[in-house]
């Protein structure tokens, strides 16, 4: 339950920060549009701080959220890639063999059922006899 709170809490966060980045940015523009070009110099330079502080921002809750991911998943004891694949490996490994011994198999039991109809046929004619 706290990992899930936690990421809620990162994710309202992520929205909060670009919510309050845009509010920010069109009020400043706002303000600057009726000034002179120094006033759009100036708002120019606002837009540019904004949009760095939500590129900071942002890969910091990039960061937490991947940090949340990672917990969540390691929680789950996946394999890995590594693993998984060392896994299908081994089992169409096994899957080989397994097809082999069935025809091993197939084939002992022919012999088998060969050798007691022959059997069966020697009783018969020593029977017989």
Do not use: C, H, W
């Not at 990039?62 to 896994?87: C, H, M, W, Y």
């Amino acid at each position: 339950m706290a990992t899930t709170e936690l990421f809620k809490k990162v994710l309202y966060t992520g929205v909060g920060v670009v919510s309050t980045t845009t509010g920010r940015v069109k009020k400043s523009i706002e303000g600057l549009s009726q000034k002179s070009e120094e006033a759009e110099v100036e708002g120019k330079k606002i837009v540019e701080d904004m949009v760095e502080d939500v590129k900071t921002r942002s890969e910091s809750v990039s960061t937490q959220f991947k940090k949340i991911i990672d917990t969540v998943l390691g929680q789950f004891d996946f394999p890995n890639r590594t693993e998984a694949e060392k896994l299908n490996a081994k089992i169409a490994e096994l899957e080989e063999k397994l097809t082999a011994k069935k025809k091993t198999v197939r084939k002992t039991a022919k012999k088998v059922v060969k050798e007691v109809k022959e059997t069966v046929a020697e009783v018969k004619d020593s029977i017989k006899k």
